[in-house]
């Protein structure tokens, strides 16, 4: 059998096919993304939604835009409350091929609105401006490799769904049952398009993430006639902040970053109500194990205080997903592929979650970085190597060529997960 790292004709064929697309992938991306579609901009994710699935209907495939239901937050009442994200696109085609795929990206952003809007040219073939990388330039990349992969006498053999998100920023919270769903129907590998790293290198293990807000209650006072009759939540919620960024070290790959206090008010009234935002990241089970009894252990010193009541929302979201067996022989796979357009890429663990720690807890080997080349990712000065739409695009349309060939054995690869 050939090698992966070598070329057939068919492979010749859609490699210029995708060439051709490349200014029609960068187009789309400039307009996708002149849209904003912060993951708490529900009339931006709404404008957007549909938009996409007119781009996405150049594909054989049914194409659905599903309501989601709201998922829980907590506001600044220290409330829990309810918010209803965008749909979720489920794009799905050829159920019965005998090879499946999951694909999977998102389309909501970091950025508010109004917050982070230009998108310019800052030169040596990179644009700057929202979401170009991450990852509505993944999204272009991923529907160029499908209409390359389709033009194609293989495409029979192949069936897939892609599940296109609209909440992977705050956490997949309303759309992570559809990647679960996807997953387990019958996929044997996964493919997800976030960016790859600014050096063209991709993300081999990464670890577990959760998100946790700790609600406390004191008792309100006058600060200047009666401080002794108050309990202030935010000295009880600032003792337990520096507890919680002393755990850093304490054990190997784990790590808390506290992102905000909300809370109190006036400077002459002790405050009631403090709430503590944070996250943690842990590279096992284990290791996710430690961190939350960390937090319960730091939530129970609050509570001993005199007058200080409360409780904890949230917790780890997505688990972690090492490098197994089934994980290096996808890399390999990937990183012959590559060599047959001459990228020499390398697989690079990680801290960051995405997509791809569900669909791998799903119990799917996948690979997540496929998206375009790209860096300064959520923040203003995040940017897209122009130059990289092709290349990303070409390999995973070869990808998909060698699942259906055999030469990259999906099946084989699935069943080392065991």
């Known amino acids: 059998m050939l090698e992966l790292s070598k070329k057939t004709k068919e492979d010749e064929a859609i490699c210029e096919h995708i060439a051709s697309l490349e200014s029609k992938m960068q187009a789309r991306t400039l307009e996708w993304a002149k849209i904003n579609t912060g993951s708490w901009n529900r009339d931006g994710l709404e404008q957007l939604a549909p938009q996409l699935a007119d781009g996405f209907s150049a594909l054989e495939a049914e194409i659905e835009l599903i309501k989601t239901d709201p998922f829980e937050t907590i506001g600044d009442s220290g409330e829990v409350e309810g918010f209803e994200t965008g749909p979720v696109i489920r794009i799905s085609s050829r159920p019965d091929a005998d090879m499946q795929i999951v694909m999977s990206g998102h389309y909501d952003t970091v950025f508010p609105p109004n917050t982070f809007t230009e998108i310019k040219d800052i030169g040596d073939g990179k644009l700057n401006g929202p979401g170009l990388s991450d990852m509505k330039g993944g999204l272009s990349v991923m529907l160029g490799a499908l209409q390359a992969f389709e033009a194609g006498p293989g495409k029979d053999k192949l069936g897939y769904q ?20 996807a997953a387990q129907s019958g996929a044997m590998i996964g493919m997800t398009y976030e960016p790859c790293m600014d050096t063209g290198a991709m993300s081999g293990g990464r670890k577990g993430s959760a998100v946790f807000d700790i ?38 790959g784990v790590s808390f970053n506290v992102g905000a206090i909300d809370g109190g008010g006036a400077v002459n009234i002790v405050p009631d109500l403090a709430i503590v935002r944070f996250g943690a990241r842990a590279p096992d089970a284990d290791a996710a194990a430690w961190a939350t009894a960390q937090v319960d252990r730091l939530l129970a010193e609050a509570l001993a205080r005199d007058g200080i009541t409360g409780h904890v929302h949230g917790g780890f979201y997505r688990p972690p997903k090492p490098r197994n067996e089934a994980q290096q022989a996808l890399f390999t796979a990937v990183s012959e592929t590559g060599k047959a357009i001459g990228l020499e890429l390398e697989f690079v663990d990680t801290g960051g979650v995405c997509e791809g720690n569900n669909i791998f807890a799903a119990g799917v080997p996948n690979v997540d970085t496929l998206g375009v080349m790209g860096g300064r990712i959520h923040s203003d000065e995040e940017y897209v190597v122009m130059s990289s739409f092709v290349e990303r695009a070409q390999l995973s349309a070869l990808l998909l060529n060698r699942i259906v060939d055999g030469r990259l054995d999906a099946p084989k690869i699935k069943a080392l997960m065991g």
């Open 215 to 252: 609600v406390l209650h004191g008792r309100s006072a006058h600060a200047g006639r009666a401080k002794e009759e108050g309990r202030s939540a935010i000295e009880a919620a600032a003792s337990m902040v520096v507890s919680l960024e002393a755990l850093n070290g304490q054990r190997d």
């Open 162 to 181: 892609i599940v296109i998100t609209p909440d992977e920023e705050t956490g997949n919270f309303a759309s992570a049952p559809f990647l679960t769903e």
